[in-house]
């Protein structure tokens, strides 16, 4: 037996008093999955690189700018404003691809029986799991985003400065602020309006044997073929498409003539009083909660695979 | 006071019947060993008393039913599955740190003694350790944690002879008082014969023999019988007979050491030697059903 160099002094243990289950439980999600943190981070490092090469020739452009061509200032900050979006759906994927294995990999490596040795409830785990793609990764996107908005702006402004014309277009055209409200509102609205999704794909990854990604797909799929088939409508796929999509619509002031993909830069297109009240968001979150609540109810009942 | 307490265990996988109506009645302070083959319903018995799986029959652990009352339960009592179970990604220190977050009564100081008698390092993951140290980890998780109750499911599966005696002997000296309860189950008899204060053979879903250690050694013994005494010893009604070297033995069950001293040599038997006795004369140990 060797005396181990990194013995530490054994801590205070005042964790008799202050259990944080709930707490402890999201760490170890983010311990298991590290990808939740290094996926966005690679995307952003990429999303940096194309930046960094579209700041090439930026004194240029600002030096010929013409006095007063809105649009034309408008295309300056355009690399500022779609540096978010990939982060953003790298997200988005990080979440779904995160639930479907939540429940299903702890059962597949028998790690669940460790897990259920402990005193965490299958609430208190399931809700932990839930808020990964409803809470953590929404944060980590919102703060990538804003890590690569401050990076570019100041090497942007750098570059100007070095070639001696003056960043004040760039400045005045970003609207920094109105950015960071705007990407809080998306993020917040689009983690209600998807929350259903998550608890879908967390109630199969709970309850499938095997092929977690087929059963959370082709059941719907199936339906919505039945239905095509059967009496020559498309209600359910159009149910899906509006629960992928809607949450643009329900929530955003859309231009006349631009898509779900428009341009959002301006405070006055959101609309929030308008998604609160669409009975799209809140038929959403009842089913989340069903979703979650037979997630929890599976836990409980399930055996390692 | 009853540890466990159960009437009538059932659970059936489709047509297959793990456990066959089982009555369990556990005292505190005892260590149950619960042998039997594989898939004879061991692991399914210690899952229903955990509340892992849904089953019938009235069960109550330290007064409370696992089934309804699992979140409290789970304070009181400390589980080792086999070896296999600790998440092969996680770091030794994050096992620790999780335990110690999420379990009140988990003393970090023990488990980080326990740790530095062996080899494990701190920043070592799982997947990394040998079976062996995976099975010290979690004791050492385990035995920091104050449980009323110990249920240990094949705790030292594939583990060599020096790891599984070690294994006991620490469980004796540093955890086992006598108010704490421990279940074990395994199909590795020999170590155990001196650890047990209870014995539980299993086979099929149903309870097959039942014995404390006080009474083992009077209850049954081993005889090398005389070959001409063999009728004689055979009338007793032994409950095994086998052939070694050209000589019969026999092991009998509450027959008086006096009489058959003069059929022939006696000793003691070993938990392996009733296991033989008892579940060889049962069809095949390996036709039962799921573990």
């Known amino acids: 037996m060797n005396p181990r160099p990194d013995t530490r002094q054994p801590r205070e243990s005042k964790a008799a008093a202050e259990n944080r289950p709930l707490y402890w439980s999201v760490r170890r999600e983010l311990w298991e999955n590290r990808f939740v943190t290094i996926a966005p981070l690679v995307v952003t490092a990429f999303v940096l690189l194309g930046s960094m090469i579209a700041l090439i020739g930026l004194a240029g452009r600002v030096r010929s700018l013409p006095a007063g061509d809105p649009e034309k200032l408008q295309a300056l900050a355009e690399p500022f404003r779609m540096a978010p979006a990939p982060i953003m759906l790298a997200c988005l994927l990080v979440g779904a691809f995160y639930c479907l294995d939540a429940l299903y990999g702890e059962r597949r490596d028998r790690s669940i029986l460790f897990w259920k040795s402990l005193p965490v409830s299958d609430v208190t785990t399931v809700l932990a799991k839930a808020s990964i793609p409803l809470v953590v990764l929404p944060l980590i996107a919102l703060l990538l985003s804003v890590a690569t908005q401050v990076t570019m702006l100041l090497a942007a402004t750098a570059g100007l400065l070095l070639s001696g014309v003056s960043p ?9 602020f109105q950015g960071l409200v705007i990407m809080l509102y998306g993020l917040t609205v689009h983690a209600l309006w998807f929350s259903p999704i998550y608890g879908w794909l967390l109630l199969v990854s709970a309850w499938a044997r095997r092929a977690p990604f087929l059963w959370a797909v082709l059941p719907l799929l199936s339906a919505a073929a039945v ?37 959002f830069s301006r405070l006055s297109q959101l609309d929030p009083l308008r998604f609160v009240s669409s009975p799209g968001l809140w038929t959403g979150l009842l089913f989340a909660a069903v979703f979650l609540a037979a997630a929890v109810w599976l836990r409980r009942r399930r055996e390692p695979i | 006071m009853a540890c466990i307490e159960a009437r009538g265990l059932y659970k059936s996988y489709g047509s297959t019947v793990a456990l066959d109506g089982i009555d369990l009645h556990v005292d505190e302070g005892r260590i149950l060993g619960l042998i039997g083959p594989n898939g004879a319903g061991k692991t399914t018995a210690l899952h229903a008393i955990l509340g892992l799986v849904p089953f019938r029959g009235e069960l109550e652990v330290l007064g409370r039913d696992p089934r309804t009352e699992r979140d409290q339960l789970v304070r009181d009592v400390a589980f080792i599955a086999d070896v296999a179970v600790l998440p092969r990604w996680i770091r030794v220190w994050q096992a620790i740190d999780y335990v110690a977050g999420v379990h009140p009564r988990f003393d970090r100081a023990k488990a980080e003694a326990f740790l530095s008698k062996t080899t494990i390092k701190r920043s070592s993951k799982v997947r990394e350790l040998s079976k062996g140290m995976v099975t010290q980890l979690h004791l050492a998780l385990v035995m920091a944690m104050d449980a009323k109750l110990l249920v240990l499911d094949e705790p030292t599966l594939g583990l060599d002879i020096l790891y599984r005696k070690q294994f006991y002997d620490s469980l004796l000296e540093d955890y086992f008082d006598r108010s704490r309860t421990i279940v074990v189950t395994t199909h590795q008899v020999e170590e155990l014969q001196d650890v047990l204060t209870d014995l539980m053979f299993i086979h099929r879903g149903r309870i097959v023999l039942e014995c404390g250690m006080e009474d083992f050694e009077s209850r049954y013994v081993l005889v090398k019988v005389h070959p001409d005494r063999l009728a004689e010893a055979r009338a007793l009604a032994p409950i095994h007979e086998r052939q070694a070297l050209g000589r019969s033995i026999l092991l009998f069950d509450g027959v008086e050491r006096r009489r058959l001293a003069e059929l022939g040599d006696l000793r003691t038997p070993s938990i392996a030697d009733l296991f033989v006795a008892v579940l060889g004369k049962a069809p095949g140990p390996e036709d039962g059903v799921a573990p």
């Open chain 1, 227 to 263: 239905e095509w088939i059967s009496v020559n409508t498309s209600y359910f796929a159009s149910l899906l498409g509006y629960r992928l999509g809607g949450a643009m619509r329900e929530a955003f002031v859309l231009e006349p003539g631009s898509g779900v993909d428009g341009d």
């Open chain 1, 168 to 176: 004040a277009p760039v400045w005045s055209e970003l609207r920094f």
